[in-house]
Each structure stands twice: as structure tokens, then as C-alpha cells.
């Protein structure tokens, strides 16, 4: 079982930054991916960014160029750097993992809370 905490949300100016936080517990040896997700109010949630236990990384189209996921192993947390922030970025920010792969792609088993970003003049 793996546990995932969310922290760093708030609300922020177009053009601002932020860091999300992911911290992850309980049988971490076996995450082999980590990727950030979020969820607008009536959209579909979406992959943000992914990185594996090898240190590969996958952005959305969407903020490519803006946001950067990284890994503290450590600390067994993952970041989200969001930077040039747009309004249409609001959205709630989930963080999880994957174990295993499932029908040619990452199986993501485990979801933190979420945690609210909001971009806004």
C-alpha cells in the first residue's frame, strides 16, 4: 500500500509560480512511476507530468516548457515546478503512483487528496 500527501496549492497571479509537493509512504519501494494529475471543474482529469524510478520524464502539451516534475528520493517526494502560470492551469493537482503497467501503459493505483491551485488577477 502506498500513501500520497499533496501540499503547496493557493492561488496565484497569471505569469506566477508555484511548487507542489508529493510525499509519499508506506511500500514506496515498489512505485516505479510518479505523475501529476489535475481536474478542472467539469473537465476530464488529465496527465500532467509523469517520472519514473529511472528519472524519465513526460509532460503534457499543455505545460510544456512551464512546468518541470522532479523527484527528492530522500526525502521520497515528488515536485511539481509550475512556472508562467495561465488561468486555464486552475484546477485541482493530484499526485500519484504506479506500480505496474497495465494495457501498454502506467496503472495508477494510488491518490493523494489533491490539493487546490488557482490562477487569477
Known amino acids: 500500500q502506498v500513501q500520497l500527501v499533496e501540499s503547496g496549492g493557493g492561488l496565484v497571479q497569471p505569469g506566477g509560480s508555484l511548487r507542489l509537493s508529493c510525499a509519499a509512504s508506506?511500500?514506496?519501494?515498489?512505485?516505479?512511476?510518479m505523475g501529476w494529475f489535475r481536474q478542472a471543474p467539469g473537465k476530464q482529469r488529465e496527465l500532467v507530468a509523469v517520472?519514473?524510478?529511472?528519472?524519465?520524464?513526460n509532460y503534457a502539451d499543455s505545460v510544456k516548457g512551464r512546468f518541470t516534475i522532479s523527484r527528492d528520493n530522500a526525502k521520497n517526494t515528488v515536485y511539481l515546478q509550475m512556472n508562467s502560470l495561465k488561468p486555464e492551469d486552475t484546477a485541482v493537482y493530484y499526485c500519484?503512483?504506479?506500480?505496474?503497467?497495465?494495457?501498454?501503459?502506467?496503472?495508477?493505483?494510488?491518490w493523494g487528496q489533491g490539493t487546490q491551485v488557482t490562477v487569477s488577477s
Open positions: 500519484s503512483a504506479a506500480v505496474k503497467v497495465r494495457g501498454g501503459t502506467w496503472a495508477y493505483d494510488y
Open positions: 517520472i519514473t524510478n529511472g528519472g524519465r520524464t
Open positions: 508506506g511500500s514506496i519501494f515498489s512505485i516505479n512511476a
